[in-house]
């Protein structure tokens, strides 16, 4: 099992947002986070990267405990795409991905780390984007990048919080087939949060539903969107049918 | 070497390109090498006593090859105990603000922060005031009470706003929250002074607080090189950790760089190259607020070439708006403080009307 969380408490202000989250996600395995907002997804997250230090139970990768992992060893294993990042400051798509190399370079890139830069590149197709400012990209594209710089960094494991909120859905679907490349072909984990209850299932093997920073359902995406825990965890009324055996959700009124 | 050679002739075309924008970062910096080194050259130059390039080369010369050129006694202390400590003085006080102000934009990913963003100039104008007022140490020791009440000042007010980020957590917000109470209680207090001083001192403070060079000495420049050229490389070594903080606490955190680490060691170093900048010179505004942005304009934000860049863009514009302020009314030589606030408003509303993007 590559990742494992067992048994994770975390408080903020006194208010407990996660309580007692245990999942696994195999090698190469797509793992989707759903539930309303404030439900945790975002601070499940954090925990696993280990920006916040759950007060209870562990984080561990192939075993080995988050905690007792040095922050540059573990970026070289954990890469995260944040959802909105924005700067005010200029800076290049090729600078902006060579970011990602920042846990292997000494001070100054060499070689190697351009050679990786450039083939990711021309795998997300954005050659054409390489000296251009990030800040005028459109969502799509600036997505890709992100993802560009995560993929550079070389890791085991991608988290992503809603990579396709904000985008049009030509854009999405690419979004979502690039990393679905990643988990297929270079047995990348991915754990991703997201909104979008039909998109998900198509490209995840497994959801898992939190509701108020508990896993109220995890399995297969047939296992988990059931009009039942729709109406439990949302509380929405929703139909759902089959379509290409993908679970599909039309819903009806909240 | 030729295992690089061979592995640099399968370059692509992006990386082809992508080289080509970092030659270009490198040939600007050296650029403004150059062009530091004849603004001084310029500078020794002029000034109210015309001395003759010729008798400037001889003294020089004489003071540093040994050399026995015809030189009258006069022009080499002109120039050696006026003109090049200014200059030096100058160049890096300019670069020391410079400095400060490219690390405070990057730590607090704003384009409008500037050294000063931490309460420090009030600060140091206070402490300034403090020792011109409240007559802190005997008239001789006057000046040496200045500079050591605006340096203390400076850094007191740096380490309180740097103490309650550790107790919050060190976000640009809070950070500039607290900048600007320090930033307040330090002008109200030095209003406070003011208003019980007596008119001559209340001038003096009032100078002080514009900045100006002409205390310069060899000293000083020893004193404030020292630190400029010692907090450098170690703002060139986190260079790419800025980077990553400009992008947001959380990608930095997985990039594995200590947001919180890097953001509170950058503040103390850029307070303390601040700090021992204005304690001899004053608080000279907008410096530290320009010469990052110009610098930006033309070669980006990577902090690699940012820092050095916008190190000589501070201190050209120091130096060359000195000279200035030496020449144009002379023999009347104007604090250069103000003619640096000049400079700032029309490089702001260039760079607003020109650039249609929000940020530089």
Same mark, same amino acid.
């Given at each position: 099992m590559k990742l494992r969380i067992e048994g994770i408490n975390f408080r903020y202000n006194s208010r407990l947002?996660?309580?007692n989250v245990s999942l696994e996600v195999g090698e190469g395995e797509i793992m989707t986070l759903i539930g309303?907002?404030?439900?945790g997804k975002t601070t499940l997250l954090r925990c696993i990267m280990g920006t916040v230090t759950p007060e209870r139970g562990n984080v561990l990768i192939t075993g080995r405990q988050i905690s007792k992992i040095k922050k540059k060893d573990l970026a070289r294993c954990i890469a995260y795409v944040s959802q909105n990042e924005s700067t005010n400051f200029p800076v290049t798509v090729f600078d902006a991905i060579l970011m990602g190399r920042k846990p292997y370079l000494s001070w100054n890139p060499g070689s190697r780390d351009f050679k990786i830069v450039c083939e990711v590149l021309q795998t997300l197709s954005l050659e054409e984007l390489?000296?251009?400012?990030?800040?005028?990209?459109?969502g799509g594209e600036k997505q890709k990048v992100l993802i560009a710089r995560a993929i550079v960094q070389e890791p085991e494991i991608i988290l992503l919080d809603e990579?396709?909120?904000?985008?049009d859905l030509k854009h999405q679907l690419e979004v979502l087939e690039t990393i679905k490349g990643l988990a297929r072909e270079r047995k990348i984990s991915v754990i991703m949060a997201m909104h979008d209850l039909n998109l998900a299932p198509r490209y995840s093997d497994k959801i898992a539903m939190l509701k108020s920073g508990e896993v109220f359902s995890v399995g297969t995406p047939h296992q988990v969107i059931t009009s039942e825990n729709i109406k439990e965890v949302y509380g929405v009324e929703a139909t759902v049918y089959n379509h290409h055996d993908a679970p599909y959700v039309v819903a009806g009124k909240a | 070497m030729l295992a690089e050679m061979r592995e640099s002739k399968k370059e692509t075309k992006t990386q082809r390109l992508y080289s080509q924008t970092i030659r270009r970062k490198l040939i600007f910096v050296f650029f403004l090498l150059v062009l530091l080194g004849v603004i001084a050259v310029v500078a020794v130059n002029v000034g109210s006593v015309p001395l003759g390039a010729e008798n400037i080369l001889f003294s020089i010369c004489n003071r540093i090859f040994f050399t026995s050129f015809p030189c009258r006694e006069l022009t080499s202390t002109i120039v050696w105990e006026l003109r090049l400590p200014r200059i030096f003085m100058a160049i890096v006080v300019g670069a020391g603000l410079a400095m400060g102000g490219s690390a405070l934009q990057g730590i607090l990913k704003n384009? +409008?922060?500037?050294?000063?963003? +931490?309460?420090i100039a009030s600060a140091a104008g206070f402490g300034a005031s403090l020792a011109i007022i409240a007559g802190f140490g005997l008239l001789g020791q006057q000046n040496l009470w200045i500079v050591a009440n605006a340096f203390i000042f400076a850094l007191f007010s740096s380490s309180v706003v740097l103490g309650l980020a550790r107790v919050r957590k060190a976000t640009p917000e809070s950070l500039i929250l607290a900048g600007v109470a320090m930033m307040f209680l330090f002008s109200a207090m030095t209003s406070l002074l003011q208003y019980m001083g007596t008119e001559e001192q209340v001038t003096a403070v009032v100078f002080w607080l514009l900045g100006n060079l002409s205390k310069a000495t060899w000293l000083r420049v020893g004193i404030v090189s020292v630190i400029v050229l010692g907090v450098f490389p170690l703002f060139m070594r986190y260079a790419w950790d800025f980077n990553a903080l400009t992008i947001g606490d959380e990608t930095a955190e997985s990039l594995g760089v200590n947001a919180v680490k890097i953001r509170l060691v950058g503040l103390a170093l850029a307070s303390l190259v601040t700090a021992s900048a204005i304690c001899f010179v004053g608080t000279i505004g907008f410096i530290g607020l320009v010469s990052p942005h110009i610098s930006r304009m033309i070669i980006g934000g990577d902090h690699r070439f940012l820092f050095p860049a916008s190190c000589l863009i501070g201190a050209i514009l120091l130096l060359a708006a000195d000279t200035a302020a030496r020449t144009i009314l002379s023999p009347l030589i104007l604090p250069v403080g103000i003619l640096t606030s000049f400079l700032g408003v029309p490089l702001f509303l260039y760079l607003i009307i020109r650039r249609r993007k929000e940020y530089w």
């Open positions: 947002v996660l309580k309303p907002n404030g439900s390489a000296l251009r400012d990030l800040n005028e990209l459109s990579p396709t909120s904000n985008l | 384009p +409008l922060a500037s050294p000063y963003t +931490l309460g």
